[in-house]
């Protein structure tokens, strides 16, 4: 499995999250549980990535500046993710806030898919993207364990 087949694995949680979460309603379990979920998802995903991704990627002058502003990206899903922290479920504004993380999210995830993982596959060695996959997948399953 390279990198880009473990990171497309989980973009799909992702987004089928997030696709469950603006549908939820109000201060409901239902809402709450999807948004842990989701908020963990994302802080695990990023993290992991930035380390068996982009940092490789800014390595690299020919993938260095796709790397930064995919990094940029996670910072702004980070500050969306601090604003629905700070508002109440119940509030109308929630899913408002809720579908712009799914719309930021989305669009980041096929940017990469379709530009980022283009650019980093002629930038790294091709034993470097099974071990990135397998570094990747390491370091999800030590965030996950908690």
């Known amino acids: 499995m390279t990198i880009f087949e473990a990171l497309r694995k989980d973009h799909d949680i992702q987004r089928d999250l997030l696709a469950r979460l603006v549908e939820t309603h109000g201060d409901s379990e239902e809402r709450d549980t999807l948004y842990q979920q989701v908020r963990a998802e994302l802080k695990y ?3 992991a990535e ?3 991704l982009y ?3 800014m390595d690299i002058d020919l993938t260095q500046e796709k790397a930064r502003h995919s990094v940029a990206e996670h910072h702004e899903i980070d500050e969306l993710i601090e604003l629905l922290d700070d508002t ?10 809720a579908k ?4 930021l999210v989305t669009h980041h995830l096929d940017e990469e898919e379709q530009e980022v993982f283009q650019l ?5 060695q091709e034993n470097q993207k099974s071990s990135l996959a ?8 030590r965030q996950r364990a908690g």
């Open 88 to 97: 109440d479920y119940s509030a109308s504004h929630w899913l408002t806030h």
């Open 120 to 124: 980093a596959g002629r930038g790294l």
């Open 134 to 141: 397998k570094e990747y997948q390491e370091e999800m399953r």
């Open 50 to 52: 930035e380390r068996a």
């Open 45 to 47: 995903h990023a993290n």
């Open 100 to 103: 712009q993380l799914q719309h």
């Open 55 to 57: 940092i490789p990627m």
